[in-house]
């Protein structure tokens, strides 16, 4: 075992030749992207999966973000509070679409924006909020509905990681005016490459039309300015196999989740996020906070893991406002729960197929 590699997670697939029988009629039809039937098929059935009432599919989460802001049409260089302790995806939607990102610290209990700083960093510029499910902990959406309701802000939440998390029995695509989720390998449903926003105004579903479609609405008509961010059959049909199977693998993370809890809990200074009960969860990750008190630094951890062959990850280190590209460009806004977090947060294996002997193995190493 200590010679086979450990990564940090592992993609679902559904059975080689269901996927094989899947695709047959694509050879029939020639039939491979521009909203076909398998791309309307998803659509639907991803709208009661989610229980959400209009739903739009993406070629992948980083765009599903992009096309999401720009649906709602800010004002070039308006301000959008949002957090550092993300993948760099959600800085860079923001920024690719001209606005400022003004980066609020989090919570320590689940690594979610801290509802309670938003309001003083709120400006007149500002024109919305991007809070971020991380690893499908849920935000306060209750609070941040408030804070956008009294300042007549837009909330656009980053649900990458949230795919299939319920709040209070509703769905997590339900929140806001706007949810974006990634169906990327790594994620718990897959489309190989994939995303999608889901909303409740139609008005939304054209802009978003128009915006994945390079406008096109005729032969001859181009409405509007537009990209090109299609989800293709070949990915929806992934995504219609996928699905299938989607509560199996939910069952077993479930299992696995509560494993680890138990083995890890006997070490010292590893600690975990809270758990609220009000949550659903989707197990998208297992992250856990390796403290002071533990008998090496977060960083020494992750070395000694490797060298035994298994592949943690840093999700997220560095904080985003610290990368290269956004360093000393934003307002310098106090991150001091965002910074510890990431710099005491590790992600390790986490998947439906990982081995409980796996688990031991891993938590074996730790305990040493
Ligand atoms: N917002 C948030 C909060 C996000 O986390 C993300 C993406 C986005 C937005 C944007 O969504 P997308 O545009 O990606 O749909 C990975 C993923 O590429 C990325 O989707 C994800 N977040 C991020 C947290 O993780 P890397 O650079 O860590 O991936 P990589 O290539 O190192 O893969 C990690 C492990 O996954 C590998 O060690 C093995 C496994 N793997 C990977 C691939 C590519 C597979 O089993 N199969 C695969 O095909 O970014």
């Not at 694509?26 to 709208?47: F, I, P, Q, V």
């Not at 991380?134 to 209750?142: L, T």
């Not at 199996?248 to 010292?268: F, G, P, S, T, V």
Request: contains cysteine; glycine residues 4%; charged residues 25%.
């Amino acid at each position: 075992m200590a010679n086979e590699k450990i990564l940090v997670t592992q993609s679902s697939m559904p059975p080689y030749e269901e996927y094989i029988e899947a695709i047959k009629p694509l050879w029939e039809s020639h039939w491979l992207t521009n909203m076909g039937t398998y791309h309307k098929e998803l659509e639907e059935e991803l709208k009661q999966y989610l229980g959400v009432p209009e739903l739009s599919l993406m070629v992948n989460g980083h765009m599903a973000l992009e096309m999401a802001i720009q649906a709602f049409d800010f004002p070039e260089d308006s301000e959008v509070i949002t957090t550092p302790f993300t993948f760099v995806s959600t800085t860079h939607a923001i920024v690719r679409n001209r606005l400022k990102p003004v980066f609020c610290d989090v919570k320590m209990s689940d690594g979610t924006i801290d509802e309670t700083k938003i309001e003083d960093l709120i400006t007149e510029k500002t024109v919305a909020i991007v809070p971020v499910h991380v690893y499908g902990n849920v935000c306060n959406v209750e609070a941040i509905q408030e804070i956008a309701d009294k300042y007549n802000l837009k909330v656009i939440y980053d649900a990458a990681h949230a795919f299939g998390v319920k709040y209070k029995g509703v769905g997590i695509g339900n929140y806001g005016d706007a949810s974006v989720f990634s169906f990327h390998a790594t994620k718990v449903f897959n489309t190989i490459e994939g995303g999608a926003v889901a909303f409740s105004d139609h008005k939304i579903y054209e802009k978003l039309y128009n915006l994945k479609n390079s406008g096109i609405r005729g032969e001859e008509l181009v409405v509007a300015v537009g990209a090109n961010a299609k989800m293709n059959e070949f990915a929806a049909i992934m995504g219609l196999c996928n699905l299938k199977y989607l509560n199996h693998a939910m069952e077993e993370r479930k299992m696995k989740d509560a494993y680890y809890r138990e083995k890890l809990r006997q070490i010292q200074g590893i600690q975990f996020f809270e758990d609220d009960l009000e949550i659903e969860k989707n197990h998208a990750y297992f992250p856990i906070i390796v403290s002071d008190d533990y008998s090496m630094t977060r960083d020494e951890l992750y070395d000694r893991l490797k060298e035994n062959n298994v592949f943690s990850r840093k999700y997220f280190y560095p904080l985003t406002s610290d990368q290269a590209c956004f360093r000393n460009k934003y307002k310098k806004c106090e991150l001091n729960n965002a910074r510890w977090l990431s710099k005491h947060i590790l992600v390790l294996p986490f998947y439906e197929k990982l081995e409980m002997e796996n688990i031991d193995h891993i938590v074996g190493i730790m305990k040493d």
